[in-house]
């Protein structure tokens, strides 16, 4: 397996995608008509959210694109740790 570098972005690009996500999730609340939370059943109107999206437009821009992935990585982060998934074994992370 071929080993790769960990790149990580400045603070300041990390507030401005967390900001990002959070704007989607606003537009996900209006598009559920329900309050999103960061957790499973935000993961799920997100993937409904995406298909009639892809339905509408079946090419959508790189700026979509990287908004439905950072919305995904944060509401199923969030939604992992409030469920639980996450432990410490061995003062390491673990998922279970």
Known sequence: MAQHPINFIPP??????TELAERARVSLTRFA?????YN???LQLLDEWI???LKQFPEPSKEI????GLSSVKLFADASMANG?????????TLV
């Open 12 to 17: 300041q690009q990390s507030r401005q995608l």
């Open 85 to 93: 998934a996450l432990t410490r074994r061995e003062e390491k992370p």
């Open 33 to 37: 008509g329900i309050e999103v939370e």
């Open 51 to 53: 298909d009639r999206h």
């Open 65 to 68: 694109v990287m908004v439905w």
């Open 40 to 42: 499973a059943i935000g």
